[in-house]
C-alpha cells in the first residue's frame, strides 16, 4: 500500500528516479568541475612557484653579476690609483735627485773656490752665518741658559723645523770635527821621518 500523500489521494507517485538521475549527473558534473578547478589551480600555483623561482635564479645571477662588476671596477680603480701614486712618487724623486746633483755641485764648487757657481748654497751658507753669529750674540748676551730655554721654546712650537736642524747640525759639526781631526793627524810618512 501506497503510502503519503499520493496514496490518500489516490493519486499516482511520480516517478522519482529521473529526478535522482539529473541530482546524480549535476552531482558528478559539479565533481568534474570542481577536480577541473582543483587541478588548474594547482597547475597555476606550481607554474607560479615555477616563475617565482626563476624570478629568484635570475636575481641572484644578476647580484652576482653586479657584485662581480663593482670588485672588478674597485680593482681597476686601485690599480689606477696605485700607478698614479707610483708615477707621483718616480716623479718627486727624481726632483729630488736633480736637487741633491744640483747642490752637490753647488757645494763642489764652494769647495773649489768658485762661490759664482753655488747661488743657492752661499745664499743659504749666508743666511746661516747671519744666523749663527746672531746666536753667538745671544749666548753671549744671555749665557747657556738663555740659548737652552729658546731652543727648548723652539723645539715646542716647531718640532720638526727643530728636528730637522738638530739633524743638519749634528751632521755638520760632524764633519768638521772629524774634517779638523784629519788636518791635524799627521801622515804616517811624517810619523816615520826623524
Do not use: C
Amino acid at each position: 500500500m501506497a503510502r503519503g500523500p499520493a496514496a490518500r489521494t489516490g493519486q499516482q507517485v511520480p516517478d522519482t528516479s529521473a529526478a535522482r538521475n539529473a541530482v546524480d549527473e549535476a552531482s558528478r558534473n559539479a565533481q568534474d568541475v570542481a577536480s577541473t578547478a582543483m587541478q588548474q589551480g594547482q597547475q597555476v600555483g606550481r607554474g607560479a612557484v615555477r616563475q617565482a623561482r626563476q624570478v629568484l635564479d635570475t636575481s641572484r645571477q644578476q647580484g652576482a653579476q653586479v657584485a662581480q662588476e663593482l670588485s672588478d671596477q674597485a680593482r681597476g680603480l686601485l690599480d689606477e690609483t696605485k700607478t698614479q701614486l707610483q708615477d707621483q712618487a718616480q716623479t718627486q724623486a727624481q726632483r729630488v735627485a736633480e736637487a741633491l746633483r744640483r747642490l752637490g755641485g753647488e757645494a763642489q764648487a764652494l769647495a773649489e773656490g768658485r762661490p759664482q757657481d753655488a747661488p743657492t748654497l752661499r745664499d743659504s751658507l749666508a743666511t746661516t752665518a747671519v744666523k749663527l753669529d746672531e746666536i753667538a750674540d745671544d749666548l753671549h748676551s744671555k749665557g747657556a741658559e738663555g740659548l737652552l730655554e729658546d731652543l727648548q721654546t723652539l723645539a715646542r712650537s716647531h718640532p720638526g723645523s727643530f728636528l730637522l736642524g738638530a739633524g743638519v747640525a749634528g751632521l755638520t759639526i760632524g764633519r768638521l770635527l772629524r774634517n779638523a781631526k784629519d788636518e791635524h793627524q799627521p801622515s804616517p810618512e811624517e810619523l816615520t821621518r826623524p
